[in-house]
């Protein structure tokens, strides 16, 4: 088992990607904080992994990220791995067209985030010599029109991955960070424009050389390598799972 016996708090974990990693992190022995806002599925996902807690988290308030950092160390007594998937995109549109609040809640719940779960997390992850994992996206590399806004957010996490990584270095703890390509998760249908048919699907998946959109699973693997011993030496990297669709 890749993680036996470290504590992995896996933010947005209720659905999608969140909720592929936090089951592949417990099959590898990890004791999982399931951090989501909607208490119904984050519940499920908790009660479907052994030993893992649900704790309901908005991650764009400090008192709810304080509450979720808390929670972990008072469960567990410390905290190795921070994954950071909570994550909103708007609607596949003009760039102006797209609201101040839709703009300010996309940059709150997509970048904020990761500042708010810093302060709360990094001073554990520094005890333990733990890492961090940032989910961004294909999108800040290769941006799809329509998704300017979004695609920003994730242009930020990936330098933030990379500041942090840098820093952080001299403590012993990694940085890093997961591009996917789109996949089959709760934000498929805003990333497609609000109307999911075959012939948009086909698409995007026409712009992806392997074929197909990205699963749980994908993600969940190459989250579990960067969030592993066996990737001990490497800090500061975006790995590309999007069957080349950055080449």
């Known amino acids: 088992m890749r993680l036996k016996d470290k504590v992995a708090i896996v933010t947005g974990a209720g659905s999608g ?3 592929g990693i936090a089951r592949r992190f417990g099959a590898e ?3 999982v904080v399931v951090a989501e806002i909607d208490a119904e599925n984050g519940r ?3 009660d479907g992994i052994n030993g893992a807690i649900f704790t309901e988290t908005d991650v764009t308030s400090d008192d709810s990220v304080a509450d979720m950092a808390a929670a972990a160390v008072e469960a567990f007594g410390a905290i190795d791995i921070l994954v950071n998937n909570a994550g909103i995109a708007h609607l596949n549109q003009p760039m102006l067209d797209v609201d101040e ?3 300010d809640r996309v940059y709150a719940v997509n970048v904020k985030s990761i500042y708010l779960t810093a302060r709360h997390v990094i001073p554990e992850l520094e005890a333990r010599r733990g890492n961090i994992v940032n989910i961004a996206s294909t999108a800040a590399i290769s941006p799809r029109p329509g998704l300017t806004w979004y695609n920003g957010t994730k242009g930020a996490v990936m330098t933030l991955t ?3 990584a840098v820093e952080l270095a001299g403590a012993g703890v990694r940085v890093n960070a997961v591009n996917p390509v789109i996949g089959e998760t709760a934000l498929t249908v805003e990333f497609m424009g609000g109307v999911d048919t075959p012939e948009i699907r086909e698409k995007f998946i026409s712009s992806i050389p392997l074929g197909r959109m990205s699963t749980p699973e994908d993600i969940a693997n190459a989250t579990l390598f960067l969030a592993s011993d ?3 030496l490497i800090t500061g990297t975006c790995l590309g799972v999007d069957g080349g669709r950055s080449v």
Request: net charge positive.
């Open 44 to 46: 499920r996902v908790a």
């Open 29 to 31: 022995g990890a004791k």
């Open 101 to 103: 609040a839709t703009f």
């Open 230 to 232: 066996e990737a001990a």
């Open 162 to 164: 990379k500041s942090m």
């Open 17 to 19: 990607f969140g909720e």
